[in-house]
Each structure stands twice: as C-alpha cells, then as structure tokens.
T-cell receptor, first 113, second 118 residues
C-alpha cells in the first residue's frame, strides 16, 4: 500500500520562510509532486522531484531524498496569498504502464501579518 | 497558457439519476485522469486513460462509473446511478509525455465540477 504523511496545519508570518515536510512509503516510485490548493479550487502544480536533491523555482523549492522517503517544500518571502493547502503527491508507475498520483491529506498553511 | 476546462462547474442531481461530467484536456496531452475530493478530505484517484482505453482504476471506480473520449477533444466521466456519497468535487487532469529524463510530465488539473446529490 501507500502512505503519505504531512502536517495538518502550519502558521507562518508574512515575509518569513516555511518548510512543509512530507514522508511517504510506496512501491514503483516515479516522482514526488507538490500542489497548492486554495479552498474550493483546483490543485495547482508547484514543483516536482524525480531525483534526489533540491529543485528551485522562484520563491518555491522542493527537496527529495528517495532513500529516506522524504520531501519538503520550502516557501520563501511568504505573502498573504500563500495561505492555502499544500498537497504532497507521489506518482507511481503501475504494472499497467500508467501513472497515477496519490495525494496526502494536505497541509493548511496560514500566513499571518 | 493552455488549461484543462471542465463543465459544468456545479451539478445538482437527484439520487439514482445519471450524470455526465465533461472535460476538455490540454490539446497536446495524451494521458487523462479523473480524481475526486469529498469536502474536507484528500484528493483521490479514480481512473487514468491513455490511447482510448482505461490504463488503471481505483477501487472507488466501480461499475457505476465509466469514462469515454467521444471525440478528439472531450473526455467524460459518467456515473450511472448516483448515490449520496458521490457528492464531491470531481477534477479532470491531463499530462503529456516527453522523452526527457523526467518522462511523464506533471498533471494539470481543471477547476473541477462540484457534484451535489440530493
């Protein structure tokens, strides 16, 4: 089976840096994805890692350690609009040759002034 | 920027009725997916579709569900006889494939259809 864990909620101050952790257990690992989801809206793709290391994309960075089953999303220079849920999702290559995403429950980030 | 579009944005249906949720994936994408999200819960995979057939489906995707690509642009999800527990947000997603080290590309989601069963 698959298991994805991330904190339920976090609070951070505007202008600060926040790190959202995600641990996972899966077979057929084929990448880890981070999505942002505002309440009532669709998940929006932020970043992904297939290989170990850090991927930087503007104010967002994501890190992966496959041996540890661990990833984090780093948000810098926090803005009020960053208040949202951040979804960790593991992509798995199935025996049927297709890809599917398995999502964690999401971390609700509240940015305060 | 190209996007996945879904219609309708909100569908209200009586229990036992059939519903069809419609999606237009990004035009050069080859892989199509349906996910659902019950209010307050996580996003759950339903089905993936490639080369005009289902690639994989979850245990949620039982005989009441079906998918179809009726033409070159639309991708539909049909629920034959809706139940109260089918009330959820249904997201369509699509992705392309590129022969890079990363292989299959990220999935891009539509804005979803909120399905309410009465």
């Amino acid at each position: 089976g698959q298991n994805i864990d991330q904190p339920t909620e976090m609070t951070a101050t505007e202008g600060a840096i926040v790190q959202i952790n995600c641990t996972y257990q899966t077979s057929g690992f084929n990448g880890l994805f981070w999505y942002q989801q505002h309440a009532g809206e669709a998940p929006t793709f932020l970043s992904y890692n297939v290989l170990d290391g850090l991927e930087e994309k503007g104010r967002f960075s994501s890190f992966l350690s496959r041996s540890k089953g661990y990833s984090y999303l780093l948000l810098k220079e926090l803005q009020m609009k960053d208040s949202a849920s951040y979804l960790c999702a593991v992509r798995r290559l199935s025996g049927a040759g297709s890809y599917q995403l398995t999502f964690g429950k999401g971390t609700k980030l509240s940015v305060i002034p | 920027e190209p996007e996945v579009t879904q219609t309708p944005s909100h569908q209200v249906t009586q229990m036992g009725q059939e519903v069809i949720l419609r999606c237009v994936p990004i035009s050069n994408h080859l892989y199509f997916y349906w996910y659902r999200q019950i209010l307050g819960q996580k996003v759950e995979f339903l089905v993936s579709f490639y080369n005009n057939e289902i690639s994989e489906k979850s245990e949620i995707f039982d005989d009441q569900f079906s998918v179809e690509r009726p033409d070159g642009s639309n991708f539909t999800l049909k629920i034959r006889s809706t139940k109260l527990e089918d009330s959820a947000m249904y997201f369509c997603a699509s992705s392309s494939y590129m022969l890079t080290r990363d292989g299959n590309q990220p999935q891009h989601f539509g804005d979803g259809t909120r399905l309410s069963i009465l």
